[in-house]
């Protein structure tokens, strides 16, 4: 269902020229009962389309469970930044403009920037559900949130989770090859990876390190060149078709490794699973994800099933939420939706009873929740269970990786 | 300055003259919406200005533009971000190296006789050549992108380009203006003459004593220098450099788009264009909007499909039929 | 690194090659005959993909098998483009063409994108995950029936056009434009049937590559330069020099992979073309343009 803009404003600007243009489109307190009008921009069409869409999905359940949660309801204006930085902010200008008085995107990184810039120039908050480059939080931005992990929180994250799998598997690999796609992600999980690891006692060492284009057709010479190193695990940072790809050529090459690590998106995907089937069990990503105890997260993976059946819920489904989640609480507190106190209402959160892996939502004094705790899973069976960590997971993990050819 | 406007009709002049004026004063009534679009308006025209002498004035077609645009963004971005060198100091590094790259370029297209779609081609494989390498490129931090790091909104600081969207569109309004009056003495001056002979036919120029070469190599030199300065503004506008976008073909292609349909080698063309291409895709993000319509990519198709008509019923672009209606003749 | 990790890669590479090759013939078929530039190749080649993907579903029959319908409808949809839309453009300038085939790529992406939704799509065979064992090589099965389906299709092409009459009057008109002309043959007629072959080619390949990889509204734009670095290093108007650049390109870019970092690959492929454009801009096996 899409959900209608009921009304047109248009605000004149009154700034001179070339003088300061910090203004505030509406002073005006709606009266609590009144919906907030949210505007969520994604990427539904370009290079990410399957990310925003996916997205996108979660945006039309939650109305509903809002309602069950006592919270207002959001007027949600959507928006498409067609994966291109200019639409980004011209989108976000616009829905400003169409009387938005909080923005949620917008998963790419470049994107998120240009969008948070314009936040902060209008003073509307902007909640970021998804996006992990670091310098994002790091600009001393007022009016910019951010509920998701960045790329050494999910390092740091995935190493201690390791750890646990291991323990509990009593399989620990010695030698490891390092595979990421050389994209925004890829390369801020590379950085940081020796640094992170650093910090820990990990019982492997990393053969070698490579490197893929993120725009590669073949994965064939980069799988070879892995396996040649001779390691037992494979750690990877990939996307999607990535990890499609890099499974068939596991498979044709004739090389099973003892585990295989991911620290990122694909592996556990809906396409993954089905395109692969038996091939694809085994594999264990370390991604910020639910915890399968809470009460909401049951509640949303019902919603989420019962409107869309054959996805699993993931990590897009679930900090989309949130952030929509952190948009109508903190409209509840502040009792207005004076931009300001929004802000202001927003930077108080404390929400302990969320889906998300970790003691809840709150953020520090840069507008990131730094309590945020990433998960491990499992594809086990076609589906998703949560092995780790402890008291957030829902199965046991299951280790070394049965081999391919025994399928 | 008389010897600019002489022989230009006065009509023309007329009309010039009211648009800078309306330019002059939108931002005063524009929204935010107006004004990030009229930037945009603005960027494209520049942008296409800059192509336009490449290709409209030299006759190369460029399809790997985004080069300079990428050069010209992460040399100035770079020198702010690790020695906070204000950009007008490094927009000369920026000039300096994308003008160098069309050298080497035009230099090796023109010297092995690389020409038509073969030189496009070129150009694009300098392009991803650019965008492959600086993922790669460290010291602008590869593919997780160079940050640049934002101060207080509240103050136009125009020697750091930190400021407000007024600010940016005044200096893009300020470039393209710019760009607008020097390709018109360009295009008066004897190098505009030698362009115009060797785009219609190099044999002759050459018969004539015309250094066919050098002009060439002055056209795209130049028109790389000028593209790269919308990098410099690109970059402190948006904050955020990552070789994947920038150095992408889709804004390569992008950038064309205006010149094209306003009127390749027309003076006015990359303006109309710009104007009319940005315009058409608010537009129709307008009307899907109002239409409460909410498919992912049908703006696209709608945009696709005006940019077939045009290109099938104006052969030569906009401008130059409406140049003929407004009765004037460039 | 041990030598059969090099043969592998090679190995790969040029199996690879082969069907980027074939796809590439399509797109030097269409320039070298119609000498248009048809920068919405890709987009076709996904278009292609996208139908053998539906007719799967349908049908259940192999991507191999389904090649032939496919570049059947592929033929239909080039001869009518180029009737329909395309040939007012042949003599107009590069960047009016250019601009026409950018449109139809826009359109064409965000059609299908629409109908058929950003998420992967793939075909899954019997033999999907099979692979052949030669002593120390292990061979993709994939791959190797992809290759030789490309290399059947190659040389039912060469055959048409080095036996048949209507193949040796498009060889005609694409020597010998005027001259085909003052001889009587129907140019305009001859052009679609040439860009109904090419768009064939391209068809074949994309049916070839659908058992092989998964399919996204997006893959289009990489696939067309692929094309054009290919066709250009082989060499304009020349068959046999569309598959060897193929060939050379998918060796290059496998072994600059595997010597190299991996992420840097498509350079090589790049570095190639400069090569090729500045020192022997016909390509390896092209003539030289006769102006």
């Known amino acids: 269902m899409t959900q209608r803009i009921n009304r047109r404003r248009f605000n004149q600007a009154l700034a001179a020229a070339g003088a300061a243009t910090a203004f505030h489109p509406f002073g005006i307190v709606r009266a609590q009962g009144a919906r907030l009008k949210v505007g969520v921009l994604l990427p539904r069409s370009g290079v990410q389309a399957g990310i925003g869409q996916d997205c996108h999905r979660v945006v039309q359940i939650t109305g509903g469970l809002l309602s069950e949660l006592g919270l207002p309801g959001l007027d949600i204006m959507n928006g498409d930044t067609e994966s291109n930085v200019d639409v980004a902010r011209s989108r976000a200008e616009r829905l400003i403009s169409e009387g938005a008085q909080l923005l949620v995107g917008a998963f790419d990184s470049g994107q998120t920037t240009a969008i948070a810039q314009v936040a902060e120039q209008r003073g509307i908050p902007l909640v970021i559900n998804i996006a992990a480059a670091p310098p994002i939080t790091e600009q001393g931005y007022k009016f910019v949130f951010r509920n998701f992990a960045t790329a050494p929180m999910i390092l740091g994250d995935a190493f201690a989770n390791q750890l646990e799998v291991f323990s509990l598997t009593g399989v620990a690999p010695k030698t490891a090859v390092f595979m990421h796609v050389n994209d925004t992600f890829g390369v801020a999980m ?13 019982p492997y060492k990393v053969a070698q390190t490579i490197a893929y284009d993120p725009a590669a057709r073949d994965l064939s010479v980069e799988v070879a060149k892995a396996r040649a190193s001779g390691a037992e695990a494979l750690i990877m940072v990939s996307r999607l078709n990535d990890a ?58 019902a919603a989420h099933a019962k409107a869309f059946p054959g996805i699993n819920l993931n990590t897009n489904h679930i900090y989309t939420f949130e952030a929509l989640l952190v948009a109508a609480d903190a409209y509840k507190r502040a009792g207005s939706a004076d931009p300001k106190a929004l802000a202001d209402a927003i930077r108080a959160t404390d929400i302990k009873d969320n889906v998300s892996t ?17 998960s491990a899973i499992q594809n086990r069976g076609g589906k998703l269970v949560v092995v780790a960590p402890k008291g957030a997971s829902n199965a046991k993990p299951e280790l070394p990786m049965k081999a391919y050819d025994k399928r | 300055m008389k010897r600019l406007v002489e022989g230009v009709p006065r009509r023309g002049l007329a009309i010039l003259g009211a648009l800078l004026a309306l330019l002059l004063v939108f931002p005063m009534l524009a929204s935010g919406y107006l004004l990030a679009i009229g930037f945009l308006i603005l960027y494209f025209a520049y942008v296409g200005q800059a192509w336009n002498i490449m290709m409209g004035f030299a006759g190369q077609l460029s399809l790997g533009h985004s080069l300079y645009v990428g050069l010209g963004a992460y040399a100035a971005a770079a020198l702010y971000f690790h020695f906070g060198l204000s950009p007008w100091l490094g927009l000369g590094a920026s000039i300096g190296i994308s003008a160098a790259a069309g050298a080497v370029i035009g230099f090796l297209a023109f010297r092995f006789g690389v020409a038509g779609v073969y030189f496009a081609i070129l150009t694009i494989a300098f392009a991803e050549f650019a965008r492959i390498g600086f993922d790669h490129f460290a010291w602008v931090h590869g593919s997780s992108g160079l940050f640049l790091p934002v101060a207080n909104y509240a103050e136009n600081d125009l020697w750091n380009l930190r400021g407000s969207p007024t600010m940016f569109y005044y200096l893009m309004l300020g470039l393209t203006a710019g760009a607008f009056v020097l390709c018109h003495a360009l295009l008066r001056s004897r190098m505009g003459y030698y362009w115009l002979a060797i785009r219609e036919s190099p044999e002759a120029a050459q018969a004539l004593g015309v250094n066919v070469f050098r002009y060439k190599m002055y056209a795209v030199m130049i028109s790389a220098a000028m593209t790269s300065l919308a990098g410099v503004v690109f970059a402190f506008y948006y904050n955020n450099l990552f070789p994947e976008q920038i150095f992408h073909i889709s804004r390569s292609i992008e950038l064309i788009l205006g010149p094209i ?58 401008w130059p039929p409406l140049a003929k209606k407004l009765g004037l003749r460039r | 690194m041990p030598i059969e990790i090099y043969l592998n890669v090679a190995a790969s590479g040029l199996l690879t090659g082969l069907v980027y090759g074939l796809m590439a013939l399509g797109l030097s078929v269409i320039f070298g005959v119609v000498r248009v530039v048809n920068f919405a190749h890709g987009e076709m080649m996904t278009l292609a993909m996208y139908l053998t993907l539906v007719l799967f579903s349908a049908l259940k029959l192999d991507p191999l098998v389904l090649l032939v319908p496919i570049a059947a409808v592929m033929f239909a949809f080039g001869y009518l483009l180029q009737l329909g839309l395309i040939n007012p453009f042949i003599n107009r300038p590069e960047h009016s063409q250019f601009m026409l085939l950018v449109a139809l790529a826009l359109i064409l992406v965000n059609v299908q994108l629409i109908v058929f939704g950003p998420d992967a799509q793939g075909i899954r065979t019997a033999y999907s995950f099979d692979s052949f064992q030669l002593g120390p090589l292990i061979v993709d099965a994939s791959k190797v029936y ?31 434009y005027d001259g085909a002309l003052v001889v009587g043959l129907n140019v305009k007629r001859l052009y679609a049937l040439t860009f109904g072959i090419g768009a064939a080619c391209v068809g074949a390949a994309g049916a070839m590559l659908m058992a092989v990889i998964d399919v996204t509204p997006e893959i289009g734009p990489a696939y067309t330069l692929l094309a054009f670095v290919i066709v250009i290093t082989g060499g304009l108007g020349s068959m046999p020099g569309a598959l060897l650049g193929g060939l050379l390109i998918g060796l290059t870019e496998a072994l600059g992979g595997v010597l190299f970092t991996p992420s840097a690959k498509s350079m090589f492929a790049f570095g190639l073309l400069v090569l090729v454009l500045l020192f022997r801009p016909q390509g390896i096996l092209g003539k030289k343009a006769s102006g």
């Open chain 1, 190 to 202: 590379q950085k940081g990876f020796t640094g992170v690891m650093s910090k820990f006692t990990m």
């Open chain 1, 244 to 301: 499609i790809l890099i499974t068939r050529e596991l498979v044709k090459q004739r090389w099973s490794p003892t585990a295989v690590l991911s620290m990122g998106p694909g592996w556990y995907e809906d396409q993954y699973l089905k395109t692969l089937g038996k091939l694809g069990d085994g594999p264990i990503s370390f991604v910020p994800w639910y915890d399968p105890n809470k009460k909401l997260a049951k509640q949303l993976e």
């Open chain 1, 358 to 374: 970790g003691p809840g939502i709150q953020f520090n004094a840069k507008g990131q929740n730094d309590k945020l705790k990433n």
């Open chain 2, 261 to 318: 349909i306003g009127g390749v080698g027309t003076l006015v063309g990359p303006l109309v264009g710009a104007l009319l291409l940005t315009g058409l895709s608010a537009g129709l993000h307008e009307v899907m909007l109002q239409l409460g319509i909410d498919v992912p990519g049908i703006r696209q198709v709608f945009y696709g499909i005006c940019l077939l008509l045009v290109v099938m019923f104006l052969p030569d672009g906009v």
């Open chain 3, 146 to 176: 992809a290759a030789g389906a490309a290399l059947v299709v190659a040389a039912a092409l060469f055959a048409f056009f080095r036996f048949t009459l209507l193949g040796k009057a498009i060889r005609a008109c694409a020597d010998n």
